[in-house]
């Protein structure tokens, strides 16, 4: 839509919600390419049998949205709105200012982000590892609590 299909006053009730309509489809449609990959690996991966490798891919999956696409994202969605403010008002040079300083948080963001998916091999083994050990006391535990009931 162009500024002035935006000021025109010529809208007809019709015409507004067939743009609304088609902005929202476009919308969506990006949102459900973006995701398709995805699903379709899963899907594919199924057929293997091996539940450990579409876990660690749908776990990969989940972390890398959650973190990385989640923030950049919430990110990209405020800056959108601030842009538009300070191109409506024409201050440009804003427009410019603000552009950099969200490359400048999106790079802060992306270093933690990194290190977090560089050593998520690590973190995932330690976290097992302690599970591992809970797995052992509840059947332990379990044992136990038998033991007291043949008594």
Known sequence: MSELQLISPLYQQGSVM???????????MSFLLEYIPNT???????FKEDSVLVGALGLGILTTQAF??????????GLETLVSQAYGANHYEL???????SLFLC?????????????STQIISFINKYK???TLAIQNQQKKQENSIDI
């Open 107 to 119: 790079t802060l963001f992306m270093i933690p982000i990194s290190l977090f998916l560089i050593f």
């Open 40 to 46: 379709i690996s899963i899907y594919l991966l199924e």
């Open 132 to 134: 591992c050990r809970f």
């Open 95 to 101: 427009c410019a200012k603000l552009y950099y300083r």
């Open 18 to 28: 067939k743009e609304l309509t088609i902005a929202s489809l476009q919308t969506a």
């Open 68 to 77: 990385g696409m989640g923030i950049l994202n919430g990110l990209a969605t």
